[in-house]
């Protein structure tokens, strides 16, 4: 069995992806933002650090096995 650090970390993974192609998208199409930091792109830094923690726990448990 894995641990459950191992199932956080692909969670972590997918969400990161998806949130940071979303704002990926939302640079690309010059979308008005209605927040008072949205030129930022929030979206993207968040996702590429939920992306970097995801991979950090899936490669810290990849070879740990529960007994």
Do not use: C, Q, R
């Amino acid at each position: 069995m894995k641990p459950i650090w191992y199932f956080v970390g692909l969670i972590l993974l997918t969400m990161g992806i998806v949130l940071a192609a979303a704002g990926i998208y939302d640079l690309i199409s010059h979308t008005e933002s209605k927040s008072i930091l949205g030129e930022l792109y929030p979206s993207i830094w968040w996702g590429a650090l939920m992306i970097i923690v995801g991979l950090v726990y899936i490669v810290k448990n990849k070879n740990v096995k529960i007994e």
